[in-house]
């Protein structure tokens, strides 16, 4: 019988309909498991993810397979965007047997949840020296059977071998000069000085380690910092991994060039990309990344927004091809000649080809490209014709099969989001922008928070999913939560903030050595207890919570979250000179505290000009506060009047305050 008809995650319903008897993570499955003395096939991955339909397809919905896992194993499929804890532990697993990992990730358990066997993509018969499905599903059969002892050996050593794994927790302290220029070094040593990025194929947009750069270069004058950061956002942003008529990035680029992507997009990426092309435009006055800021804001807004107010968490990189009917990657996006011909007519298809970049051999497949806005030597097409170009294009798409939508709201991406929508909204007079933040906020509270203000990792058509928040979601939520507080001026965001950060503090940190953990000391118990401080696609819980742990501080004084914040930085210190590509928000966070970092209180109109000036300032990590005088909304607020019945500004750094001003023009020159 296959249990996935009644949960919350999409793609745990994609496989509802699977012949195979599927449980969702349940203890009731391990005892079913135990009870039937069989081996558990763990199968994770996420609904925009290419492969894991690939492998469904040909495996899960084969009625022969499926009967084959129904017989020799108690099935589990867990959504590792609801269950980030458990994918994160059976990874780290299958990294340390096999070398890499991914998704579809395949793992085999006994009934005490033990790994003994791994993999991840398996095709359905034996291809490029992978075996089928079958015969890995007949080999642990086998070994199982036959020699159990040795199953369980392996088994037991796995285990061990992780719980004795010691994360390097460094001194405890916060990085310095020093520490911060040799991550710079490194960065500069791995940086793509052709093509923008760091590294090689495939390449994934660098947003984490671009705020670094920014806030780098604004706290030390750095022209190299800020020159790898702009010229990696012009490349992404003309190449093929941003979508040139719709806004928004894809998950990563296939190639170096950034011109083929893996096109599934999602809410993290957006959300980062957005914020880090609103600070470069706020750093340079660049027009591109003004452009790709709101176009990315606006993206967010109309493709993932839910009915509830949340943003979804992805768009699949699939979707039916118009012409054959099949379900393939990219069949919404890309363009062939002819195409571009059918839409616009002879004159304009030729504009575009020559615009976007599209060829008649193509650069994706079947002679369809991958719509990039290359550099062209010679005259600029007239911005009139190329605008109504595009429209056309997007209009035409828009008759097209649409990618599926992940409705899943993911409580730290939504976070995520709600930072930038405040910010962009804010910078650029979108009022709208900072309406829709709000409206993902409110459901955040009135939804995933409980009374005690524990969140809820996920939801779906405005049910809380069962699963308990991450450190991700405590962190990058209050990170919202503060962004919020400094552009809208209401005191509630911060004060919910606290509430999640004292479960951080709370739940999350080692109290000997200041670490962090992914999971709540009351969480449910797996075979170990998951710690990674570096990024991934997103910024890792550890980090995010220094960053969110030192604004708050600096918006209230609380000590013990700076304590916190700076003893969390220690991983930093040790980590950033090494791998920086790799602890690039940590970088960023570690920015914010050897700056101070600044407080702005402005009394007066909120998004007011000094206001809108205080949030333009470019001091790494900032925190600001605005609103009438004499208000108790926010603590820097506290006993700071107006000068001369104007609105006036405070700044204070390190326990110092200069005096206050009302020019627009000598804030902007105290903040930057």
Partial sequence: MNRLAGVTSPYLLQHADNPVDWWPWTPEAFEEARRRDVPVLLSVGYSACHWCHVMAHESFEDASTAALMNEKFVNIKVDREERPDVDAVYMEAVQAATGQGGW???????????????GTYFPPEPRHGMPSFPQVLDGVHRAWTDRRGEVAEVAGKIVRDLGERQLTHGSGEKPGEDELAQALLGLTRDYDATHGGFGGAPKFPPSMAVEFLLRHYARTGAEGALQMAADTCERMARGGIYDQLGGGFA??????????????????DNALLCRAYAHLWRATGSELARRVALETADFMVRELRTNEGGFASALDADSEDPVTGAHVEGAYYVWTPGQLREVLGEADAELAMSCFGVTEEGTFEEGASVLQLPVVEGPVADASRLASVRERLLAARAERPAPGRDD???AAWNGLAIAALAEVGAYFDRPDLIAAAVGAGDLLVRLHMDPRARIARTSKDGQAGANAGVLEDYADVAEGFLALAAVTGEGVWLEFAGFLLDHVLAQFVDAESGALYDTAADAERLIRRPQDPTDNAAPSGWTAAAGALLSYAAHTGAEPHRTAAERALGIVKALGPRVPRFIGHGLAVAEAALDGPREVAVVGEVLGDLHRTALLGTAPGAVVAAGPEGSTELPLLADRPLVDGRPAAYVCRGFVCTAPTTDPAELAGLLS
Avoid: G, I, N, Q
């Fill in 408 to 410: 899943k709201v993911v």
């Fill in 104 to 118: 579809p990730m395949t793992v085999f358990l006994t009934a005490d949840a033990e790994p003994f066997y791994f």
């Fill in 251 to 268: 998950r990563y680029s296939v190639d170096r060039e950034w011109v083929v992507p893996h096109f599934e997009k999602m809410l993290y």
